[in-house]
């Protein structure tokens, strides 16, 4: 018999993921292009089912439509919305097309390659960041960053109009001129009231702008991070994106949240620098000193010397905090890996404690720590060393323009107050060339936290591009035509090197069928599995759903959310869906009835759940959203022969119609299942071997009976 064919159709209108949810802007669909039709070919050694289930009747047809309009079903999302409470700037986007990526030459050194490899990070990371600005960014990112600029300037004014104050009050004060002196302390109120009231509205919009950035950029980072189940396929592929939940908090909060620091710090520092040189230019004037006989006279000798300090601070600097950028991101790696095995022996608690692991566990904590404390040393030699400069300036800036000055206070020259205003001048005018040397450990942390976001950027690059791209082998997935629930078409299974894991599968199943996959372990069921799901995308050949139909996996180890058990009972449904009643209907079908006076109750249910009781949990879950076809990963592993028993029968008696398809190493599991399937390994992938029907195991005990005894429920014995 011919194969299914296929109608050209996007990925996922085929056929609707019980964990799914809407899709983010991001998610590129496939083009109609990519979806081909199949040629029909004739089958290989095994041949598909000859018989097809029956038409399901239009009038039961019809009492699932409206059930389906009454409840939303699992594949089935709400419009989508933005909660009353949520962030204006809580809807982030993902922006243009990411870049390719730079490949170093060959010709460069292990040193080079690195430094482009980190040039090509941070240019990455500004490629996604400045969308915020763009027409798809945050609609008040020009008013706040127009608005911080300008209070920048107006505060520099401020600034000049307490240095030009100082002068005055200081040569009042020498003149002993009571009523300046008076006049001046009236108006210093509002120039202090002024300038701070400029400053704290600079603290306002400087916030607010970099809260809205790493809203914006995070929300855009984690809808492309979820899409398409990307976050498990990090998990498979290679490359630098280890820990993303810690790129995603403190580095995503430290790269937005020191560039708008380090634009308005420099900013600031240049108008105050332009602004203050002026000023020590004009009071200063030229120096005249003898020397060798020579008179000697360097004008504006008060700017030469800002220079020149402020030089010898800066190149001091740089000279001792040059290691600063790589010592910083070796310090965050290895926090984000202290915090890593931290949750891991949360999570895996239970199992720690049953086994006694607490004492290798220490050990292996210890050693992670002490890789932090280490690399937390030599961060602090460095912070030493950028002290002593940054602290030794700041004690000189303010005595070096009174020493230069009081030659020229003695011989009258320059008054009192030009003094005390070139030496407010000088300070400010330091304080700008010292930004900085100041902040140089905040820009190596800036540096660090940038290339670690912008590497996990680089690796969903990697994801999004193949999933357009024809030539890296992408599983394709449709529509059957002819009725069959689901079909494997020429189905290879791959790595993402290409190793092939499956190779060249054909499969036909019929609705209501239930089809066991066996195999020896490691033959690639469960990556099948992966592949039929749509979170294994590398391989060849397609996987064709029936139109329309929905499918729910249940895995070896349920996902428990955080929360009331009503919403881990629902999910990944809202827990509103249901009313209380058909939740504890499904808790008591499967043996869950003794929990249903607690649905409203908020613990650490994935803590407190063994491991049958989430599975019996996630049969539940099954019940209550009753799809088209389920998948069961080794599903019943946690529970008892009798256990696994009823609750096949309660999923058979409540979804009878339910196609079905297992993963299971219990032999048990065939006199639920009407055909079984067996995967081998072989050399260059694991292969379909056999295909064949199967006879409940009562049948096969009265068979085996009859044989032994000569028939009879008694085995023969009158």
């Not at 290989?44 to 000859?50: D, F, I």
């Not at 700017?303 to 030089?311: D, H, P």
């Not at 799901?533 to 996996?553: C, I, N, Q």
């Amino acid at each position: 018999m011919p194969p299914a064919k296929r109608k050209p159709k996007p990925a996922d209108s085929a056929i609707e993921r019980g964990a799914s949810k809407p899709r983010p802007a991001t998610s590129r669909p496939k083009t109609p292009h990519q979806l081909k039709p199949r040629q029909s070919k004739p089958r290989g050694a095994l041949k598909p089912r000859a018989e097809r289930a029956q038409e399901d009747n239009p009038d039961d047809r019809l009492k699932e439509d409206k059930a389906r309009q009454a409840k939303p079903s699992v594949g089935e999302s709400p419009p989508e919305k933005t909660p009353a409470d949520a962030a204006p700037e809580a809807i982030g986007h993902a922006g243009s097309p990411p870049p390719e990526a730079a490949e170093p030459g060959p010709a460069l050194s292990p040193e080079e390659a690195e430094r482009a490899r980190k040039k090509y990070l941070l240019r990455r990371f500004w490629i996604s960041g400045r969308g915020y600005w763009g027409l798809r960014g945050d609609k008040l990112a020009w008013p706040l960053t127009i608005g911080l600029l300008a209070l920048i300037c107006v505060n520099v004014g401020f600034q000049y109009g307490i240095n030009r104050w100082n002068r005055a009050i200081f040569d009042a004060i020498e003149q002993r001129d009571a009523h300046t002196v008076y006049w001046l302390s009236a108006i210093f109120l509002p120039l202090v009231a002024g300038s701070i009231s400029l400053v704290v509205a600079q603290v306002y919009l400087r916030m607010t702008m970099q809260r809205r950035w790493r809203s914006w950029l995070t929300t855009a980072v984690i809808q492309r991070w979820l899409a398409s189940g990307r976050y498990y396929q990090l998990n498979l592929v290679k490359g630098d994106h280890a820990n993303p939940e810690a790129r995603l908090t403190e580095d995503l909060r430290i790269a937005t949240e020191s560039p708008v620091d380090f634009i308005a710090g420099v900013l600031n520092a240049f108008l105050s620098a332009s602004t203050f040189i002026v000023v020590l230019w004009t009071i200063g004037g030229a120096l005249s000193f003898t020397l060798g006989g020579s008179t000697i006279t360097v004008p504006g000798f008060l700017v030469v010397t800002a220079v020149i300090y402020a030089a010898i601070t800066s190149t001091s600097m740089f000279a001792i905090g040059r290691r600063f950028v790589q010592l910083s991101e070796a310090k965050n790696q290895a926090e984000a890996e202290f915090r890593y095995v931290l949750t891991r022996v949360r999570e895996n608690g239970e199992s720690i404690a049953l086994l006694g692991g607490e004492e290798e566990e220490n050990a292996g904590i210890e050693r992670t720590f002490a890789g932090v404390l280490g690399r937390w040393a030599r961060l602090t030699g460095q912070h030493m060393r950028t002290t002593l400069v940054s602290q030794g300036s700041s004690l000189f800036a303010p005595v070096v323009p009174v020493l230069l000055c009081a030659p020229k206070f003695l011989d009258g020259s320059m008054s009192l107050g030009q003094v005390m205003q070139a030496a407010s001048a000088f300070a400010l005018v330091q304080g700008a060339f010292g930004w900085l040397v100041d902040n140089y450990p905040r820009l190596a942390d800036w540096n660090a936290s940038a290339h670690r976001i912008a590497s996990l950027m680089m690796s969903l690059d990697g994801l999004e591009r193949a999933e357009t791209n024809d030539t890296l082998g992408r599983i394709q997935r449709g529509e059957t035509e002819d009725g069959a629930m689901l079909s494997l078409n020429n189905l290879s299974v791959t790595l993402d090197d290409g190793t092939s894991v499956v190779k060249e599968t054909e499969v036909e199943i019929e609705p209501g069928e239930r089809v066991l996959v066996s195999g020896e372990s490691g033959s690639g069921k469960s990556t099948l599995v992966r592949a039929i799901a749509g979170l294994w995308p590398w391989g060849s050949g397609s996987v064709d759903f029936h139109p329309g139909k929905r499918l729910f996996m249940l895995p070896q180890r349920p996902y428990i959310p955080s929360g009331t058990l009503r919403r881990a009972t629902a999910y990944p449904a809202a827990a509103d869906n249901w009313k209380t009643k058909e939740i504890a209907a499904a808790l008591d079908k499967v043996g869950l009835g003794y929990l249903k006076d607690r649905l409203e109750e908020e613990a650490p249910w994935d803590q407190t759940l063994s491991g049958g009781e989430k599975q019996r949990l996630a049969f539940a879950r099954l019940l209550l959203h009753a799809p088209d076809i389920v998948v069961l990963d080794e599903a019943t592993s946690a529970l008892d022969e009798k256990s696994q028993d009823k609750m096949m029968r309660t999923v058979i008696e409540q979804l009878p119609k339910v196609t079905i398809i297992s993963v299971a190493h219990r032999a048990e599991l065939e006199a639920f299942h009407t055909r079984k399937i067996t995967l081998e390994r072989r050399q260059g992938g694991a292969r379909l071997v056999s295909d064949v029907e199967l006879v409940s195991r009562r049948k096969k005990r009265g068979l085996l009976q009859r044989a032994l005894w000569g028939g009879g429920a008694n085995g023969g014995k009158g």
